[in-house]
């Protein structure tokens, strides 16, 4: 493990840093999707988010109501 430095902060290595952006990068990804299923793929009568919405252009709910 890395040495603290006196006032309390901590080197890191490259490695490190990179692995930090990679998180920071999938999280913001994650975030993307969900808002984005949010606003195009709810059921509007359960008000869930149903990837049958963008796929087909009905919610699953109404599938079997053919």
């Given at each position: ?7 309390g902060s901590?080197?890191i ?8 952006i ?9 975030l993307?999707m969900?808002g984005?299923?949010?606003d195009v ?12 919405v963008?796929?087909?252009g ?7 109501a053919l």
């Open positions: 493990m890395r040495e603290a430095s006196s006032e901590m080197a290595t490259l490695r490190q840093l990179e692995s930090l990679w998180i920071a990068e999938a999280g913001a990804a994650i993307i969900q984005s299923l949010q793929g709810i059921d509007t009568s359960t008000m869930k988010v149903d990837v049958d963008i796929m087909t009905r919610p699953k709910s109404l599938c079997g």
